[in-house]
């Protein structure tokens, strides 16, 4: 059975920290392209950041700098450590993890975790 469990989301003050992790189970993880994903109320799902299975990261440009995705392929889990938070980055996160072989794309999702940013 397929799980994807994140946790570390909470309040947090303008400027202030949380790191978020997604601990993954029942697939190969380190096969596995991992994302973080977040939704805001009214708004889309977007992506945040990602990391490819050789480490190859990518960053939305509203948290480039301040945000870093990183993957523990012996825990399992992959980690968003977010810094300098701002009131925009309030929404629900979620892990994502996904495989592209050839002619199917296969997703996994987490039940995400809240941040919220505020004074």
């Known amino acids: 059975q397929v799980q994807l469990v994140e946790s570390g989301g909470g309040l947090v003050q303008p400027g202030g920290s949380l790191r978020l992790s997604c601990g993954a189970s029942?697939?190969?993880?380190?096969?596995?392209?991992m994302s973080w994903f977040r939704q805001a109320p009214g708004k889309e799902r977007e992506l945040v950041a990602s990391?490819?299975?050789?480490?190859?990261?990518n960053y939305a440009d509203s948290v480039k700098g301040r945000f870093t995705i990183s993957r523990d392929n012996a825990k399992n889990t992959v980690y968003l450590q977010m810094n300098s938070l701002k009131p925009e980055d309030t929404a629900v996160y979620y892990c994502?993890?996904?495989?592209?072989?050839?002619?199917?794309?296969?997703?996994?999702w987490g039940q995400g975790t809240q941040v919220t940013v505020s004074s």
């Open positions: 029942g697939f190969s993880f380190s096969d596995y392209a």
């Open positions: 990391i490819t299975s050789t480490g190859g990261t």
């Open positions: 994502n993890a996904g495989f592209a072989g050839l002619g199917y794309r296969r997703d996994y």
